[in-house]
Nanobody, 121 residues
């Protein structure tokens, strides 16, 4: 069964950091572009970051540039999103996805169920 499972979400204070993980099973991430997306309450889903299958190209939404870092560990079949200097507006459910191309969600074929990140004082 092809599956992506996110973890690492939780409650963090403004200015804090979290590292999200996304473990794949049933398929190998090596050959896929990987992306992180988020959806805040009452808002549309939006792209956060994306990495090409080769790992040579990365994309970041403007709000994440300089604060978020996407990475992948093919040996562990896992992708990560390091989030620093978190802001209240980063509160959302974060989803990882894998597919054929970045950065649009339309290029993603497999999706996790999401992990909740809450930034609050």
């Amino acid at each position: 069964q092809l599956q992506l499972v996110e973890s690492g979400g939780g409650l963090v204070q403004p200015g804090g950091s979290l590292r999200l993980s996304c473990a794949a099973s049933g398929f190998t991430l090596d050959y896929y572009a990987i992306g992180w997306f988020r959806q805040a309450p009452g808002k549309e889903r939006e792209g956060v970051s994306c990495m090409s299958d080769s790992g040579r190209t990365t994309y970041y939404a403007d709000f994440g540039e300089g604060r978020f870092t996407i990475s992948r560990d093919n040996a562990k079949n896992t992708v990560y999103l390091q989030m620093n200097s978190l802001k209240l507006e980063d509160t959302a459910v974060y989803y990882c996805a894998a597919g054929s191309r970045c950065p649009s969600a339309h290029g993603m074929a497999y999706w996790g169920k999401g992990t909740l990140v809450t930034v609050s004082s």
